[in-house]
């Protein structure tokens, strides 16, 4: 309980520290090893929560331990992101969001019958992975939308004028999407092997609504690279695919697992 009440703790701070450098007229970030550090703290014991997951029959994987695992990941994947690439903004989203999971199982922990084998765990991992980097694209899509619509109102303040270019931006947005869509068809693909009966696992909705998801995701991916497609349709596209993965998934699970038990 500790850990959790630290990594929430320790998420919130660097949030207000990225919020803070990104609205005042500072050149450079007074607290970047302060926030770095905190963010590398909170990673870790986030991390060190997951040990309560494993039992001998395999991994309590419900809502809440899967939520926390890909905000977890999601978090991994900023961090090490914005080592090399100008992706610190997205904190401002990104680390409230990943600590919204951790208070979740604080206050509703999942039951111990939500086991899921272990021979299927590398696939859900895969799974998450996928969401985990679309959900990057989609924040980095917000930050985007933002950034044009004061560009083109040639409004310019403080936070606008620190984010990348929009080139830089965009970019940014479909590369996340690009991986994110890779393993995305992997888990697709793999999950078929585990599934032996659609209806008696309450798959059916879920793989319907994730190939949905798939289809705009793949759209978006081939219409950047065939056509060039960019601006506020790829934004759109980009969250209402996301909006229909989270429902496919999370959705999903939250019915079976809190409305219906």
Same mark, same amino acid.
């Given at each position: 309980?500790?850990?959790?009440?630290?990594?929430?703790?320790a998420y919130l701070l660097a949030a207000l520290l990225l919020l803070r450098f990104f609205t005042k007229n500072e050149?450079?970030?007074?607290?970047?090893?302060?926030?770095?550090?905190?963010? &590398? %703290? +909170?990673?870790?014991?986030? #991390?060190?929560?997951?040990?309560?997951?494993? *039992? !001998?029959?395999? @991994?309590?994987?419900?809502?809440?331990?899967?939520? &926390? %695992? +890909?905000?977890?990941?999601? #978090?991994?994947?900023?961090?090490?992101?914005? *080592? !090399?690439?100008? @992706?610190?903004?997205?904190?401002?989203?990104?680390?409230?969001?990943?600590?919204?999971?951790?208070?979740?199982?604080?206050?509703?922990?999942?039951?111990?019958?939500? @086991?899921?084998?272990?021979?299927?765990?590398?696939?859900?991992?895969?799974?998450?992975?996928?969401?985990?980097?679309?959900?990057?694209?989609?924040?980095?899509?917000?930050?985007?939308?933002?950034?044009?619509?004061h560009l083109h109102a040639r409004s310019i303040n403080t936070f606008i004028n620190k984010l990348p270019p929009l080139?830089?931006?965009?970019?940014?947005?479909?590369?996340?999407?690009?991986?994110?869509?890779?393993?995305?068809?992997?888990?697709?693909?793999?999950?078929?092997?585990f599934i032996d009966d659609f209806f008696a696992q309450h798959l059916m909705h879920k793989t319907a609504l994730s190939?949905?998801?798939?289809?705009?995701?793949?759209?978006?991916?081939?219409?950047?690279?065939?056509?060039?497609?960019?601006?506020?349709?790829?934004?759109?596209?980009?969250?209402?695919?996301?909006?229909?993965?989270?429902?496919?998934?999370?959705?999903?699970?939250?019915?079976?697992?809190?409305?219906?038990?």
């Amino acid at each position: 309980m500790f850990l959790s009440y630290f990594a929430i703790s320790a998420y919130l701070l660097a949030a207000l520290l990225l919020l803070r450098f990104f609205t005042k007229n500072e050149l450079k970030h007074p607290h970047q090893q302060t926030t770095s550090l905190l963010i &590398s %703290f +909170a990673i870790i014991a986030h #991390a060190l929560t997951f040990t309560d997951f494993w *039992i !001998s029959s395999g @991994v309590v994987f419900g809502l809440a331990n899967s939520a &926390s %695992f +890909a905000a977890w990941l999601i #978090a991994v994947l900023l961090f090490l992101s914005s *080592i !090399s690439k100008p @992706v610190h903004a997205l904190g401002i989203l990104i680390y409230p969001l990943v600590a919204f999971p951790l208070i979740f199982g604080t206050l509703f922990p999942d039951a111990t019958d939500k @086991v899921i084998p272990l021979n299927i765990a590398s696939h859900v991992f895969l799974s998450i992975t996928a969401y985990a980097l679309l959900a990057i694209a989609v924040c980095q899509s917000v930050l985007l939308r933002i950034q044009e619509r004061h560009l083109h109102a040639r409004s310019i303040n403080t936070f606008i004028n620190k984010l990348p270019p929009l080139q830089t931006m965009e970019r940014l947005l479909f590369q996340s999407l690009r991986i994110g869509f890779y393993l995305l068809t992997l888990s697709l693909a793999t999950g078929f092997i585990f599934i032996d009966d659609f209806f008696a696992q309450h798959l059916m909705h879920k793989t319907a609504l994730s190939i949905v998801a798939w289809v705009i995701f793949a759209a978006l991916v081939i219409g950047r690279r065939a056509f060039g497609w960019r601006g506020k349709q790829a934004i759109i596209a980009t969250q209402i695919g996301f909006g229909i993965l989270v429902i496919a998934y999370y959705g999903s699970k939250f019915v079976i697992e809190r409305l219906l038990t």
